[in-house]
């Protein structure tokens, strides 16, 4: 019957409810939830973060990824390393939401300044009043052709500019979003507030699928901070 499949599936949603909310009935699970909130972590960042040695927090990462809350990613920079990433709509309104941001503006990074970084510029105009800006560590000669015609197939407007240098960009009250594994890792310090995203380089795999993929995760991770920025 209808209403038996409805109770079964009322059932199911539940178990996966209580699951979700056991995983977070502990101060440094929800802790590690709430630090991924709008940014990828390595395990050991958040080990430092959180004040939690490094044997522990695995047992928690585990708790979590067995509720379906977080997942790893290899560092593609340096595949030894990994980040720690929320899943996408786990929560459902079961966290407050993450503290506000105030920057002038917002600067998003990567190594070449030729793709991850220029699309992730593009989407935050769609979606924020706030400045926006990119950079690289090393500078590509142009952007990417491919990521050209990945902005033209979403409906992205690029900046009429050459790839830049983060030195020649950077200010100190910029909002720093890296969106490449490399330069989070090689990047020294910064007084800058920083956010990392762990986006695929689809640079690497060179292909318009590859490069879809890239805007779409992008698209996802700007809508998501941009309300939290003013």
Known sequence: MVTDRKATADSKAREQRARVLAALGDSTRLGVVESLAAQDMSPDALSTLLDVPG????????????????????????????????????????L??????????????????????????????????VPSASAGTHPAARINPRARRAAQRHGLELADQQPQNIDDVLRADDVVVSVCDSVNEELGELDNPRIHWSIPDPAAVGTDAAFDMAVNELRERVAHLAPRVA
């Not at 067995?66 to 899943?87: C, I, M």
């Not at 920057?103 to 793709?115: D, E, G, I, K």
């Not at 970084?117 to 593009?122: C, G, K, M």
């Open 96 to 129: 407050p939401e993450p503290r506000p941001l105030t920057a002038p503006r917002v600067v998003f990074v990567c190594t070449h300044n030729s793709a991850r970084s220029v699309l992730a510029e593009a989407l935050w105009r769609q979606a924020s009043a």
């Open 55 to 94: 044997n522990l927090l695995a047992h928690h990462l585990k708790v979590l990824e067995a509720a379906g809350l977080v997942r790893r990613v290899h560092s593609q920079h340096d595949r030894r390393r990994t980040y720690v990433q929320a899943v996408e709509g786990s929560l459902e309104g079961l």
